[in-house]
């Protein structure tokens, strides 16, 4: 579910406090649609270098070119299947965050040519896409892309030691293992944190390791005694 919540991204994909002066928060408002920013019904720093338009519902963005300081855009957790192209307003750009959207795995969908030509550009976090987790997409963009820092969940082909079995009948039931193999990575993330007080791992820390962390946590546990009943 790219709309999940995710509790080691609580906080790790805000660049700036909202206190900030130049920090523009427009997260979590139920937003469909902007007018072109800025306006009188978006009010915003005149020299904004931050602007967060997370967990809103948009799937597409006005002309940017008012903002003429933004370095870092925060789209996540929106309906983007296409990363707008008026990010072209914006020539000083430097880290465009769009996790946990529907974009879809291809070069016009990501906009490649214009993000080719935003020379500020140093990130670009696509995580949590399920149609940009392919092997092959993420070759493509660091060849197209080299002096970007691409961020995507690779997902296909399956990282080595990802899964045992390539299906519920290829596994011993019986193994704790097998019986965690059906869940998202991100819910084994948060059995780490919820069940055993752990820090959240850092996101590109691979399923393979968060699986044997969590393993080797529950192998830990001392046995619980049964209780008899009379």
């Not at 920013?37 to 602007?51: F, G, T």
Request: hydrophobic share 40%; with cysteine; net charge neutral.
């Amino acid at each position: 579910d790219n709309h999940g919540s995710m509790l080691c991204e609580a906080s790790a994909d805000r660049d700036r406090p909202p206190s900030s002066p130049d920090y523009a928060d427009l997260s979590e408002r139920k937003l469909r649609a902007l007018s072109p920013l800025p306006n009188p019904l978006v009010p915003l720093p005149a020299q904004i270098v931050h602007l967060d338009l997370s967990r809103n519902e948009l799937f597409d963005l006005p002309s940017l070119a008012a903002l003429t300081s933004l370095e870092t855009l925060d789209l996540s957790r929106n309906w983007f299947q296409t990363l707008p192209s008026t990010i072209s307003d914006v020539p000083t750009i430097k880290v465009i965050r769009a996790s946990h959207n529907m974009l879809r795995g291809s070069q016009p969908a990501l906009i490649v040519p214009v993000l080719a030509g935003l020379h500020n550009l140093s990130v670009l976090d696509i995580r949590f896409n399920q149609k940009c987790g392919h092997a092959a997409l993420a070759a493509t963009l660091s060849s197209l892309l080299p002096s970007v820092d691409v961020q995507l969940t690779v997902c296909f082909p399956r990282p080595p030691d990802a899964f045992v079995g390539e299906s519920p009948a290829d596994r011993d039931a019986t193994l704790l293992r097998s019986q965690l193999e059906p869940w998202p990575t991100t819910m084994l993330r948060r059995r780490l944190v919820a069940d055993f007080g752990q820090s959240p791992l850092p996101p590109n820390v691979p399923r393979s390791e968060v699986m044997s962390k969590l393993l080797s946590l529950y192998s830990s546990e001392p046995p619980r005694l049964a209780v008899a009943v009379s």
